[in-house]
Nanobody, 128 residues
Framework: QVQLVESGGGLVQAGGSLRLSCAAS????????MGWFRQAPGKQREFVAT????????YYANAVKGRFTISRDNAKNTVYLQMNSLNPEDTAVYYC?????????????????????WGQGTQVTVSS
């Protein structure tokens, strides 16, 4: 079992920044990738960013590229999402996820099905 706890969400004005954290615990010795997804009201959960736990290679959704940065601290089993230049379209519940075992393809790490465990989510609200 793996537990993921997100933190750092909140209310921010457009143009502002937030930093999300996700701490993992439990049976995480075979972590392959950790990712961030978001879900706005009435919409499907969508990919935001992912990072390879072994290589540190990141990958971003086009909507956040250049504004968001994903990073990891292997010693703390924590992944971060630095979000800059936020706009109201970024408002959503942000979820952290972990994939275990073999490395995923680029396509797989962009999909909900490419991950094994999920956090409870943290709300990010951007006001205009």
């Amino acid at each position: 079992q793996v537990q993921l706890v997100e933190s750092g969400g909140g209310l921010v004005q457009a143009g502002g920044s937030l930093r999300l954290s996700c701490a993992a615990s439990g049976s995480i010795f075979s972590t392959s990738a950790m990712g961030w997804f978001r879900q706005a009201p009435g919409k499907q959960r969508e990919f935001v960013a992912t990072i390879s736990w072994r290589s540190g290679l990141p990958y971003y959704a086009n909507a956040v590229k250049g504004r968001f940065t994903i990073s990891r601290d292997n010693a703390k089993n924590t992944v971060y999402l630095q979000m800059n230049s936020l706009n109201p379209e970024d408002t959503a519940v942000y979820y952290c996820a972990v994939g275990l075992g073999v490395s995923r393809t680029v396509s797989a790490v962009q999909s909900v099905g490419g991950y094994d465990y999920w956090g409870q989510g943290t709300q990010v609200t951007v006001s205009s």
